[in-house]
Structures are given as structure tokens and as C-alpha cells.
């Protein structure tokens, strides 16, 4: 296993999940 | 109210019980005479000053104990429940003069607040939550989570208490379809709650808006796992869990807690180390703590062991004193120390 395994990351996961959840 | 003073009885001697880094410091005999359940440390404030205390519990009593000089410790205040007994404390951080425990028998049914009143001194509790509680976790910022049953709803609810244990604020956090078993704090995220579900899922909430953000499946080889503890580095997310099914039998030795790393934006996930026992060592785990880089369990076998997170090996074993099993490990909320506890109501208290 590998980080790439693990798709895409972003730093700012929280902000954006938090902007694609329903409220 | 009573007040008692611990006795400070022979100590054992450090070079034959204190292993690795542990220093043993000092011992409180909780003499309620029942069976004691669990420890824990808080803040309590009087006429201004603020002292580290220690917060023994046996099925029936809950005792607050102050620090006097040269590591003696005597107890002031003592909580008494007649019918449902004491399962665990609930220390609050960031909050003084009030601790939280949960009652149930098997499982949780209350969870309620210890004060002491600052008029007449009296000790005081206020029921917090009763019915079906599944979790419960004291948070930073003076809150407390729970997740709880309806007739058929999960209930996940939030409070927020003032600065001196006072009134409240209530929140709910959008629940899951799965029963959430535990909760975990993602540290230096206060606005971040992760829980574990019975399907052996992570899901993370925004606990400002109360969101539902993610859940993330952590694999059936972590079934059943609990989240100890969890960290955002570089944009993922680093849990360490409690290794469900420790054998001694393995090549590697007996894992007891694993670290995993999740990508949030993706769910995806993989394991990035276990944390085993030494060759020679068997034992699985009964119960434990984690805090910043150490992780603390109780083992089957009686003992307690001490993992180093980022070393990635065991650095203490600290094997049973006068013949008694350890129960219960917490690590201090206000300092450095590790509180170690038999059935008897024996508490050691060790620096680490």
C-alpha cells in the first residue's frame, strides 16, 4: 500500500466536506 | 462532610515494580470497601485557586480527592447513588469544579453532573441524560457528547457548559443510520468529531453546524474496532483503534491498538502500524487510554503496558502489584501521570 492509494487529498478536508454535506 | 486522609502505607520497592519509564509517586486506598470501577483527574477551583484532583469511583461512591503536600492526597467530597451503580467517569475538560459519571448496569442509563454547591459546600448532582445511551465523551471547550436510543431514532446530542460547570447549552448532531459505539476527539480540531459505528464505520461530524461530513468503512479486518484517539496531518486523518482481536498466537507478536490512516475526501483507508506486545508477552486487551503519544491498556494477563504512538514499540509492562490485577488505567487529564487501579480500591499514581 501507498499514499496514492488513498486518491486524491486535500488539506482543507474539512472545510470541504463540511460545504458538500447537507446542513 | 467528612473528610479523610489517605493513608500513605509502604510504598513497594521502585526497582521491583516500576519497569521501564514508570515512577511511582504516590498511592490513595479508596476505603468505601465496594468494588472501584475507575479514576479520573479535574480541575477544582476554591477562592480563586485552581488544584489538579483525583476522582475515584466504586459502584456506589464517587470520591474527589485534593492534592496536600509531598504527593498525599486527601479525600473532600463524595457523591452516594443508592440505586443504579457508577459504570465510568467522564472527566470534562477545560471546565472546573464539576465531573460527570455514567450509571448503568450493563449499559449506560444515566449520565449525570457533579457539583459541589460554592453557598453551603454540599455536594450536589444533576441528572444529565437518562435512557438508552450508547456513548458518552467529555470534549474540549466544556462539552459533553452522547448518543443515545429512542423508541426509533439515535439521538447525538452536544452540550456546552459554563465556565463553572453551570448552565448548559444543548446541540444535536445529525445521526447516522448505525448505532454509534464510541466517540473520539480529532486533536487540534475542535470543531471535529469522529465516532465508530457497529457496521465498523468511522463517521465525522462538524460539531459548529452539527453536519454529518463522511463515513468511512475501516475494513472487516478492524472489526468491531474502537477509536481511542485521531489526528488531521497533511489531509488525512491518522485513528488509533484498539486491535479487536489480539492473539498471542501471532507471528508479530500480540497487536492490542493499531494506527490507520484515513483519506477523508475519499474514504479510503489503510493500516499504518500495529502496536504489539514484547516477545514473551501474551495477554489481549481489557481496557485502556490514550493521550498525545502514549497509549496505556490493561491486559488479560493482569498487567498494564505502555506504547510509545510514534516510537512504535512498548516501553513499560508494569506487572501486577501484591498479586491484584490491574483494572483500570487512565492517563492524567492535568498532568503527566499515568492512574493505575485494582478492584480493591488500591490507586497508584506513576510518572511517566
Avoid at chain 2, 4 to 27: F, H, I, R, T, Y
Avoid at chain 2, 92 to 97: F, H, K, R, T
Avoid at chain 2, 235 to 245: D, Q, T
Amino acid at each position: 500500500c501507498s499514499k496514492a492509494d488513498l486518491g486524491p487529498i486535500s488539506l482543507n478536508w474539512f472545510e470541504e466536506l463540511s460545504s458538500e454535506a447537507p446542513p | 462532610h467528612s473528610v479523610e486522609q489517605n493513608e500513605m502505607e509502604d510504598l513497594p520497592a521502585c526497582d521491583s515494580v516500576n519497569p521501564g519509564n514508570l515512577q511511582l509517586v504516590s498511592k490513595l486506598k479508596n476505603p468505601s470497601g465496594s468494588c472501584s470501577v475507575d479514576v479520573g483527574t479535574m480541575w477544582w477551583e476554591t477562592a480563586g485557586h485552581k488544584e489538579p484532583c483525583i476522582v475515584t469511583a466504586c459502584e456506589y461512591i464517587v470520591s474527589l480527592w485534593k492534592p496536600l503536600d509531598t504527593w498525599q492526597w486527601k479525600k473532600v467530597y463524595s457523591w452516594h447513588f443508592t440505586e443504579v451503580p457508577v459504570l465510568q467517569i467522564v472527566s470534562v475538560p477545560d471546565v472546573c469544579n464539576l465531573v460527570c459519571v455514567a450509571l448503568g448496569n450493563l449499559e449506560i442509563r444515566e449520565i449525570r453532573a457533579l457539583l459541589c454547591s460554592s453557598h453551603d459546600e454540599s455536594e450536589e448532582q444533576l441528572l444529565l441524560k437518562s435512557g438508552n445511551i450508547k456513548a458518552v465523551l467529555g470534549l474540549t471547550k466544556r462539552r459533553l457528547v452522547t448518543s443515545s436510543w429512542t423508541l426509533c431514532d439515535q439521538q447525538i446530542e452536544m452540550m456546552t457548559f459554563a465556565e463553572d460547570g453551570g448552565s448548559k447549552e444543548k446541540q444535536f448532531l445529525m445521526p447516522p443510520e448505525e448505532t454509534i459505539l464510541t466517540f473520539a476527539e480529532v486533536q487540534g480540531m475542535q470543531e471535529a468529531l469522529l465516532g465508530t459505528t457497529i457496521m465498523n464505520n468511522i463517521v465525522i461530524w462538524n460539531l459548529k453546524t452539527g453536519q454529518l461530513l463522511k463515513k468511512m468503512h475501516v475494513g472487516d479486518s478492524y472489526q468491531a474496532s474502537v477509536c481511542h484517539k485521531a489526528y488531521s496531518e497533511m489531509g488525512l486523518l491518522f485513528v488509533v483503534l484498539r486491535h479487536p482481536c489480539a492473539k498471542g498466537s501471532e507471528s508479530f507478536g500480540s497487536p492490542v491498538f493499531q494506527l490507520i490512516v484515513m483519506n477523508p475526501k475519499t474514504a479510503l483507508g489503510m493500516g499504518v502500524m500495529l502496536y504489539c506486545l514484547p516477545h514473551g508477552q501474551a495477554g489481549r486487551f481489557l481496557e485502556g487510554d490514550v493521550k498525545d503519544n502514549f497509549a496505556a491498556a490493561v491486559l488479560t494477563s493482569g498487567k498494564i503496558a505502555i506504547w510509545d504512538l510514534l516510537l512504535g514499540h512498548c516501553t513499560a509492562i508494569l506487572p501486577p502489584i501484591s498479586d491484584q490485577n490491574w483494572s483500570f488505567v487512565k492517563w492524567s487529564g492535568t498532568d503527566s501521570h499515568l492512574l493505575v487501579g485494582q478492584k480493591d480500591g488500591n490507586i497508584f499514581i506513576y510518572h511517566y
